[in-house]
């Protein structure tokens, strides 16, 4: 299975800096990679990066994603953005559940799982983030947390559960320098693989990325990992040479 790559802006970006971005990473990507590769960008950018795809070759294969969407069709919803529009603009990835998203805007789990299934239903592959705290880790709830995350989702979207990409992603790794050691993150991702192995047949084709500083330093002993099955990268993703260097651990 090839791995995946999933940058995350977040909310960064303008449309100046995601051009000069966009062309620096279209030089790096003229070979082709054997890892997949996305960029998750705010949704009013999803057009622009679209735009830049059909006029730079190389970056034919860069898959277009964003960073959330709404659980609803669609309607009186101020402020949301469903599926369908994401999946009009191109869209193949939608992150679901990012902790900042837990964090900052109250998604319980059951919204996320909602979530997920919305973007299922158009289409668009979730990719589902689950993860820990540091205080539960401390308290060694890390186990519990994540699979009580992934179940809300496996419950709401029964066997299109196969369809998912998950992104474990420690709360005390994100933006924060410190990285999961590779036994850390593989301990967890071998707990989320046995999850979907009950609830599927088809686990092993289910991606599970990890995310929490992963750069061009640690990501090939985090991707040697026999569950870790791609990246998703916040800060490194915003330099074209650091993510092409994890692009580049990622395709050995
Ligand atoms: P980071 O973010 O790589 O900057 O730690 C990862 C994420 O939040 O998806």
Redesign the pocket.
């Known amino acids: 299975m090839n791995k995946l790559i999933a940058g995350?802006w977040k909310m960064n970006g303008s449309l100046a800096a995601n051009e000069a971005l966009l062309t620096a990473l279209a030089a790096g990507l003229a070979a082709p990679a054997r890892a997949e590769v996305a960029v998750c960008v705010p949704a009013p950018y999803l057009a622009q990066v679209a735009a830049l795809k059909a006029r730079l070759p190389a970056l034919a294969t860069l898959e277009l994603g964003a960073q959330d969407v709404s659980s609803q069709a669609s309607g009186a919803y101020t402020g949301e953005v469903s599926a369908a529009m994401l999946k009009d603009f191109g869209a193949r990835f939608a992150i679901v559940g990012?902790s900042e998203r837990r964090q900052y805007h109250g998604e319980s789990d059951a919204l996320v799982a909602d979530k997920a299934k919305q973007a299922l239903a158009h289409g668009i592959t979730p990719i589902v983030c689950v993860g820990e705290t540091l205080a539960e880790r401390e308290a060694g709830q890390t186990v519990e947390v994540v699979k009580r995350q992934l179940a809300a989702v496996i419950h709401a979207n029964g066997h299109c559960i196969s369809e998912i990409v998950v992104a474990y992603?420690p709360v005390w790794?994100?933006?924060t320098g410190k990285t999961a050691t590779p036994e850390q993150a593989q301990e967890v991702h071998a707990v989320l693989r046995a999850q979907l192995k009950a609830a599927t047949p088809q686990a092993d084709r289910v991606k599970i990325l990890y995310?929490?500083?992963?750069n061009a330093g640690n990501a090939a002993t985090l991707l040697a990992q026999p569950d870790i099955d791609g990246g998703?990268?916040?800060?490194?993703s915003l330099k074209a040479p650091d993510f092409l260097s994890i692009i580049a651990a990622a395709a050995r």
């Open positions: 995350n990012h992603e790794a994100i933006g995310g929490g500083s992963m998703l990268i916040g800060g490194a």
